[in-house]
């Protein structure tokens, strides 16, 4: 057995290993680093007794103290929904409109309806409900069937062209293909953009300025300024779900989209329809 080798500055044996001519001196651990270390391994083992540890083949340990993270959260979602029970009573037992005379209870019903949003309706009016084309933006005051707490509320609960409700709003544009000719769709198309300030063919515009009080009036009204019993858009706004240009009015003309927007009802309850209509409003364009 070979002697160790002793340091010759400090006078401590070294451990042997060596790299690159360095070596290793062998001082022994702290106290309090080693007392640390037993302590560390107590504690470990006490863990491993009193809580869940070991995997078994369908479950696992239970522990002595028989605790479990699901219970943990269980209990506290409970308390949570204790928590608020008396507000969600109260919104379930008072219309929209007594909701927004409570500031407490609006406060309440504002700050659900935000968190239902964000599960329920991000995915067609973004996050931000600002929309997209298609999908209206619910934080201007541009409103198809009125900006009003009860008129939102309404909406919401069911739905527009949704057939499974027989109650949802129905608004259909026909299409005027059949009826009117290529230069007559594009003569309105030409008119309903001078309407808003969109480029437009002035000399069309005129020619159409007939064709729309003949065929789009009727919804529409005569200055374009729709009509919110039918959904029928107003025209003079700039504010459009499916046209940019007269390009797209002339399409929308010929070949009309119409959305579907669910109802919302049947699937969340009336209690979460009131929290969604009193958040929906609070954006900015609710009406009085």
Request: proline content about 4%.
């Amino acid at each position: 057995m070979s002697e160790k080798h002793i340091d010759e500055f400090s006078g401590v044996s070294t451990t042997g290993h060596e790299w690159d001519g360095i070596r290793e001196l062998d001082n022994p651990m702290p106290r309090w680093w080693v007392w640390t270390y037993y302590i560390t391994i107590v504690w470990a083992l006490g863990y491993v007794i009193a809580y869940p540890a070991w995997p078994l083949i369908s479950d696992a340990t239970k522990g002595v103290l028989n605790w479990s993270s699901r219970t943990e959260i269980r209990n506290e979602l409970a308390a949570a929904e204790a928590a608020k029970a008396d507000y969600v009573a109260a919104v379930a037992a008072k219309s929209v409109d007594e909701i927004l005379a409570d500031d407490n209870l609006r406060t309440f019903a504002t700050a659900a309806g935000a968190a239902s949003f964000k599960v329920n309706c991000v995915q067609c009016h973004g996050s931000g409900a600002t929309g997209s084309k298609g999908f209206p933006n619910l934080n201007d005051d541009d409103w198809l069937w009125g900006g009003k707490i009860t008129d939102i509320a309404q909406t919401i609960a069911h739905g527009i062209r949704f057939a499974a409700d027989p109650d949802t709003r129905v608004s259909d544009m026909p299409s005027f293909a059949d009826t009117l000719e290529p230069a007559q769709i594009a003569a309105v198309a030409s008119f309903a953009a001078s309407l808003s300030g969109l480029p437009h063919d002035a000399a069309k515009a005129e020619a159409g300025k007939s064709l729309f009080a003949d065929n789009c009036a009727s919804c529409h009204g005569e200055a374009g300024k729709g009509n919110r019993e039918m959904g029928a858009p107003d025209l003079t706004d700039a504010i459009a779900l499916y046209v940019a240009s007269e390009a797209d009015i002339e399409r929308q003309i010929r070949t009309p989209m119409n959305g579907v927007m669910p109802a919302w009802q049947g699937r969340l309850g009336e209690t979460a329809v009131k929290e969604l209509a009193t958040y929906v409003y609070s954006l900015g364009g609710g009406e009085q």
